[in-house]
């Protein structure tokens, strides 16, 4: 596999490691697992260094406790690579790495799947790496300048494990503004020589969907919902169904090819209501979803849902998967607020036994405030919910420690 020359040219980690001390309460959570060491949280360092660094955490009586990934422009001073015990951070110790997640993923190949997560950053042992996988193409997103110099090694691991025909780079908001630590690499970029399809195919459970890594949100497509869109399938036969914030129709197809009878997707974006068109095409071959009745509505999911009260159109499922509402702490109740609202919403248009599915990405949110603030505003529309189950994270999406858990989900029956 040839890769493009841009690679040759980044800048190699300092062979001369950094040496830590850390304080009390940092070391003892670093004991107990966490992934980062913050930098309030260091108390002697050897000298200064540059993203990618490796760098050693010592205790106070100058044992190894960890090495990990150091960066000097975040918060997140080091991201821990390994605890307790040395090891060398080479092409082979990755290779390890990957190896593991793989088999955790493994039950996936066996379900018509070959579209997941391969890596899930801190929570598969490599904090602020994120490995994709779509059909033959990887997509690798960091959200660190402090992956850029071992990316290389990355790469060669990737080689000697996982089998692929294209390679691309996605970088998060915050590093695709730090120019002078990406040594001309940009977000989107292709690193295999060959360029592949703009649009890929790939499927999930059987059912074929595109995906744009190049351009799409995320790496292309919202991996982690896999599980709860089945349990959608199970519970769509005869239904009518109503997906809020659809995207590209996920959930919708799911719906459709578990027997559902009417599928009505809404997202605000134009080009995700048209990939949602295209992905009903990519499945007429499975009768459920060439025999479903589907309709695509770019608008605004608040505003469809009022519209739709005010017709008195209603739906046997009802499905709110909003994008992320609190970036940070302080937009939490706000966020709350918004759940409440798409709540009471969406069950003015459920019809009475129906199903609410509604879900949060939002970390900061916790899963008792999500869940308390739905049950608060189902009681206040006069319709409490009977809960049929909570979900959380597919096995492609492994929670290691607490910050790390991000989505909930709720399935409840409003009488």
Same mark, same amino acid.
């Given at each position: 596999m040839d890769f493009i020359p841009a690679l040759s040219q980044l800048s190699s980690p300092s062979a001369q490691r950094i040496a830590l001390r850390i304080s009390a309460p940092g070391e003892r959570a670093l004991k107990q697992g966490h992934p980062w060491v913050f930098d309030q949280s260091i108390t002697e360092q050897s000298h200064e260094g540059?993203?990618?660094? $490796?760098? #050693?955490?010592?205790?106070?009586?100058?044992?190894?406790?960890?090495?990990? $990934?150091?960066?000097?422009?975040? +918060?997140?001073?080091?991201?821990?690579?390994?605890? =307790?015990?040395? @090891?060398? *951070?080479?092409? =082979?110790?990755?290779?390890?790495?990957?190896?593991?997640?793989?088999? *955790?993923?493994? +039950?996936l190949k066996e379900q018509a799947t070959n579209g997941y997560r391969l890596i899930h950053g801190e929570n598969d042992g490599l904090p602020g790496l994120v490995i994709d996988r779509?059909?033959? =193409?990887? #997509? &690798?997103?960091?959200?660190t300048p402090a992956w850029v110099p071992h990316l290389n090694e990355i790469l060669s691991a990737l080689q000697q494990t996982q089998p692929f025909d294209h390679l691309i780079l996605r970088l998060n908001r915050t590093l695709n503004k730090q120019a002078e630590y990406l040594y001309g690499l940009t977000d989107g970029l292709t690193l295999t020589a060959q360029t592949p399809e703009s649009l890929?195919?790939?499927?999930?459970?059987?059912?074929?969907?595109?995906?744009?890594?190049?351009?799409?949100?995320?790496?292309?497509?919202?991996?982690?919902?896999?599980?709860? !869109?089945?349990? &959608?399938? /199970?519970?769509?036969?005869?239904?009518? *169904? $109503?997906?809020?914030?659809?995207y590209t129709g996920g959930f919708s197809l799911y719906a459709a090819d578990g027997g559902a009878k009417e599928?009505?997707? &809404?997202?605000?974006?134009?080009? @995700?209501?048209?990939?949602?068109?295209?992905?009903?095409?990519?499945?007429?071959?499975?009768?459920? #979803? !060439?025999?479903a009745i589907f309709e695509t509505l770019d608008q605004d999911a608040f505003e469809a849902l009022a519209q739709m009260k005010i017709s008195n159109r209603l739906f046997d499922i009802v499905i709110l998967d909003p994008p992320m509402f609190a970036q940070n702490q302080s937009q939490v109740e706000a966020a709350l607020t918004a759940y409440r609202r798409l709540t009471h919403l969406g069950l003015d248009v459920l019809k009475r036994g129906g199903i609410l599915v509604q879900a949060s990405?939002?970390?900061? #949110?916790?899963?008792?405030?999500?869940?308390? @603030?739905?049950?608060? /505003? @189902?009681?206040? /529309?006069?319709?409490?919910?009977?809960?049929?189950?909570? =979900?959380?994270?597919?096995?492609d999406h492994p929670i290691k420690y607490k910050e790390g858990a991000y989505l909930k989900c709720l399935f409840a029956a409003a009488p």
């Open positions: 540059l993203p990618g660094d $490796l760098a #050693v955490i010592f205790d106070d009586k100058r044992s190894f406790l960890a090495i990990g $990934l150091y960066d000097p422009t975040s +918060p997140i001073r080091v991201r821990i690579l390994q605890a =307790t015990k040395p @090891a060398p *951070i080479d092409s =082979t110790w990755y290779q390890e790495k990957i190896k593991t997640a793989d088999a *955790i993923r493994a +039950p779509y059909a033959e =193409t990887l #997509v &690798v997103k960091l959200y890929i195919l790939f499927k999930e459970n059987g059912i074929t969907f595109e995906c744009d890594p190049i351009h799409g949100q995320k790496t292309g497509f919202f991996l982690d919902q896999r599980e709860n !869109r089945a349990r &959608v399938r /199970s519970l769509s036969q005869g239904k009518s *169904i $109503l997906n809020l914030f659809s599928v009505v997707s &809404v997202d605000v974006s134009l080009p @995700a209501a048209q990939a949602t068109l295209r992905n009903i095409e990519h499945n007429q071959n499975r009768p459920n #979803v !060439r025999n990405c939002s970390s900061r #949110v916790s899963s008792v405030e999500f869940f308390d @603030a739905i049950h608060r /505003s @189902a009681r206040e /529309s006069g319709r409490p919910l009977q809960e049929i189950e909570r =979900t959380g994270h597919p096995l």
